[in-house]
């Protein structure tokens, strides 16, 4: 299970929720914090190395799923240290990312 890690991630302050996946289950989102990227000194999720870039370095082969997935994301705004709560879908084809 990976409860421990978030606890402690969370506990750290390295992550937050950031809301609710509209699908089956609602499982939460969670997203880097502030503090994530000062501790890492890292300007935003920009600076991180890419996994081809790792998998590189470090001589090891991608899982085919992994190597032939294309990610985008797109960066959370930063809140205060005030927490806001999820955010309330409107639309159920809505989808949160």
Do not use: C, W
């Not at 299970?1 to 499982?27: A, D, F, M, Y």
């Not at 300007?43 to 996994?51: E, H, I, S, Y």
């Not at 001589?59 to 809140?79: C, I, N, W």
């Amino acid at each position: 299970s990976s409860n421990g890690v978030l606890s402690t991630l969370i506990e750290r302050k390295l992550i937050k929720t950031v809301g609710r996946k509209q699908v089956v289950g609602r499982p939460f989102m969670y997203g880097t914090t502030r503090e994530f990227l000062e501790r890492f000194g890292l300007n935003d999720l920009g600076d991180l190395p890419k996994v081809e870039e790792l998998s590189d370095a470090l001589g090891f082969d991608l899982p085919p799923a992994l190597a032939e997935a294309t990610v985008t994301t797109s960066p959370l705004p930063f809140e205060a240290t005030e927490e806001k709560p999820p955010p309330k879908a409107t639309d159920e084809s809505e989808t949160i990312h």
